[in-house]
C-alpha cells in the first residue's frame, strides 16, 4: 500500500464500512507509521483506547474512528453506549497526547526488534 500509493483517511473510511478488515489494519499501520502487529494488537484489543489513540494521533475524524471500531469484530457488534462513551474519550483526547503514544509505541517496537 505504501509503495502503491500514500493511504488516507478515505480508503481507510472505505475498508471499514465495506468490512475488509486486513486492509483497514494495513491502512492504519500505513498512516500511522506504526508496525503492523501494534495496529493488529490494538484492534484485537476489547477496549477502545489503541484504536482512539491511534486514529486522534494522525488526525482521523470521528466518522473513521467510529467506522472501525463498529467493524474491527466479526464476533462483537459495539454497542451504541460503548459507541457514545468511546467518542466522548475520542473528544477528550489531545491530539499531543496520541502523537506522543504513537511515538512510544514505534520506539518500543524497534527497541523489541534491536533486542
Known sequence: MRQRNTPNEAALLDFAESQKYEEMVAALAALTSAPLQIIAAVMKS??????????KGVKLKWRTA??????????HKV????????KADFII???????RTLRFWKARAMNARAR
Open 46 to 55: 476489547s477496549l477502545h483506547d489503541g484504536v482512539l489513540v491511534a486514529c
Open 66 to 75: 467510529e467506522a472501525i471500531l463498529k467493524n474491527r469484530f466479526s464476533h
Open 79 to 86: 454497542s451504541d453506549l460503548e459507541l457514545v462513551q468511546a
Open 93 to 99: 483526547l489531545s491530539q499531543v497526547s496520541a502523537e
